[in-house]
């Protein structure tokens, strides 16, 4: 009772504490949104092509931030290996995508379109390539740099012709673009080059005894499984991206506690008359603390909802204005979040209760 | 007075004020027995301890030296929290100033010291409106208690005293910001509080007009007694 009629006793006051308090909330639930598009948009290429082997230079672990240079020969040994059906050559390589005067770069993506594997996992518009002066691009590239289908791009004075695109492609720092793999290796200038080949076994083949066999026949290489290569690249992602959000959503909940606490405060120190009156009057320790408590409370879940229904208008709108950033919200980040904020409510409202001490019974009787 | 009457005793109290190493005597050797049935009045000038006194009893304040007992007990024995839990249920207070809260309503007023002393919920709004139709205030009951005039305000602050049916009223200068019929108003409403209730209850002013309401009266001046009317003599009041 009394706490929201101290929190409503100030009404301009209070929309602000909702306002940024939500605008808080909204940049925890923007930044674990990114977090989650990002990891789902860097691994959905290794995902979709679901292979049973990845076989890569020696020592590297990942295809997101790893160098790896392979042969055609060792392409050809591994097609040797009696228990493996196909062998799909794929090479990476960042590349300057020229349009007009602007310049953007791109993760070219070389792979055999004949082939099932190494080519884009969903096309949103368009078809597939059929030839090395053709390229699929990434959707939120293609919308971010201006390209439609049937438009025409640049890569080191090739011009390719934009036939699709993709999605599932968008590593946020950095989008796929695909082309045959000859271009792409006539565009580095080495034949034959390749960053990995995609493996897949025969029906009924152990895939730990391929994968042990390649590891031992084919020299400078090593070879993971779908899970284990999945896994080194999420962790890469993680390791790289993760702390940095981490740390910036981590400031937002700071903020938001030095906010709350801080209206918190004044609104006890300008009711400092109300809290020694009830002091005297007997009012328990535990009563006094619960009504800033419950302000804490009222305002978060006010500010929960405001962010809430806030949230995916802002986002569409940076959408809007930055398709490279990709967001997708679960309803356990929103409830982790809601969570979060509440631990950080009650963590100012026990900032705020200290005030409560230092307010004396004694003080009600030289009012006058 | 029989000692199962009593409900304030001071034995030798004493209370001194320091401040950057300035001492200044709040009151000295008060001895002091106050009981059920009983409204008294203790009269003298600003700073001749009155106030001192009741923050003393309720034992806001502790005594340099001394004792001072409420149902017997040696406050300074009472826990903290203890002490609390009785001011909730056993005391009630009236100021100069009324000190409602003001972005409260004069009947939450009310019902704040029920909660606070932990009476049922059912029970604490009827209370609270029974007390208001007592004093004449129930069109006020939802009225913000800043919109009331002092004289409305005072009589919730006296409906807040006795809502808990306090077996103690300390009341401060409760007419000092009221016209003397408001005033006259006030200081009935607590003789009648405790003769016909049989509470103990105690004002501390400097208003004069008030003697006539008075069981006994204390002249406090530079915080000793110099004078008790009736009895000068506080061991003989039985």
Not at chain 1, 57 to 75: D, E, H, P, V, Y
Not at chain 1, 117 to 135: C, D, Q, T, W
Not at chain 1, 359 to 366: G, M, N
Not at chain 2, 107 to 121: D, G, T
Request: with cysteine; net charge positive.
């Amino acid at each position: 009772m009394y706490s929201f009629v101290i929190i409503k006793s100030q009404p301009v006051r209070l929309s602000l504490t909702i306002g940024a308090v939500a605008l808080c909330i909204i940049m925890m639930l923007f930044l674990l949104g990114i977090y989650k598009g990002v990891a789902d948009g860097s691994v959905e290429y290794i995902k979709k092509n679901n292979a049973d082997l990845w076989v890569l230079q020696k020592n590297c672990t990942n295809i997101l931030r790893g160098t790896s240079l392979l042969s055609s020969w060792q392409g050809n040994l591994i097609m040797e290996d009696p228990g493996v059906e196909s062998v799909s050559p794929v090479l990476f390589l960042l590349s300057s995508v020229k349009n007009g005067k602007n310049h953007s770069t791109i993760f070219l993506t070389g792979y055999n379109p004949e082939n099932r594997y190494g080519g884009p996992p969903a096309l949103v518009k368009g078809r597939n390539i059929k030839n090395g002066s053709e390229i699929v691009l990434d959707i939120a590239f293609a919308l971010k740099s201006g390209f439609r289908i049937n438009d025409s791009l640049t890569i080191q004075d090739e011009t390719f012709k934009v036939v699709g695109f993709s999605k599932g492609t968008n590593a946020f720092v950095i989008q796929y673009a695909f082309t045959t793999i000859d271009k792409t290796r006539s565009l580095i200038g080495f034949p034959g080059l390749t960053t990995c080949y995609i493996v897949k076994l025969k029906d009924g083949v152990n895939r730990e005894s391929v994968k042990r066999d390649l590891m031992k026949n084919i020299s400078g290489s090593t070879v993971y499984t779908q899970e284990e290569f999945l896994s080194n690249n999420i962790h890469e992602m993680q390791s790289g991206f993760l702390p940095v959000l981490y740390a910036v959503a981590s400031l937002g909940a700071v903020v938001l506690t030095v906010i709350l606490s801080l209206i918190l405060s004044i609104s006890i120190l300008e009711k400092k008359k109300d809290f020694a009156v009830m002091k005297t009057l007997g009012a328990s320790a535990e009563f006094l603390s619960s009504l800033v408590v419950k302000q804490a409370v009222l305002i978060i879940l006010a500010a929960g909802a405001a962010a809430i229904i806030l949230y995916y208008p802002i986002v569409f709108g940076i959408h809007s204005l930055s398709p490279e950033v990709s967001t997708a919200n679960t309803f356990l980040q929103v409830l982790f979040v809601m969570l979060v904020a509440i631990c950080m409510g009650l963590l100012s409202s026990f900032i705020a209760i200290q005030r409560i001490r230092k307010i004396y019974a004694l003080e009600v009787f030289y009012e006058r | 007075m029989k000692d199962n009457q009593v409900i304030v005793s001071l034995e030798g109290v004493t209370k001194f004020y320091r401040s950057n190493s300035h001492k200044s005597t709040g009151v000295k050797d008060i001895n002091l027995k106050v009981g059920k049935g009983e409204l008294l009045l203790l009269l003298g000038p600003s700073g001749s301890g009155k106030t001192t006194l009741l923050t003393l009893i309720t034992g806001l304040l502790e005594p340099t030296s001394g004792k001072v007992y409420l149902y017997s007990k040696n406050i300074s024995e009472i826990k903290a929290k203890d002490l609390q839990q009785l001011r909730a249920e056993k005391v009630g207070f009236i100021f100069q100033t009324f000190l409602l809260i003001d972005s409260l309503t004069a009947i939450q007023n009310i019902e704040l010291v029920l909660r606070f002393a932990k009476l049922k919920k059912k029970y604490i709004r009827t209370r609270a409106s029974d007390l208001l139709n007592q004093f004449g205030l129930e069109k006020l009951a939802f009225k913000s208690s800043a919109s009331l005039s002092q004289g409305e305000k005072q009589r919730v602050a006296v409906a807040r005293a006795i809502a808990n049916d306090a077996d103690l009223i300390l009341a401060d200068e409760p007419t000092a910001s009221l016209e003397t019929k408001q005033g006259m108003m006030v200081i009935e409403l607590l003789h009648d509080y405790a003769r016909k209730r049989n509470k103990c209850v105690i004002v501390a002013s400097h208003d004069l007009r008030l003697k006539d309401y008075a069981d006994r009266i204390i002249y406090l001046q530079d915080g000793e007694i110099i004078e008790a009317y009736p009895e000068l003599n506080i061991d003989n009041i039985d």
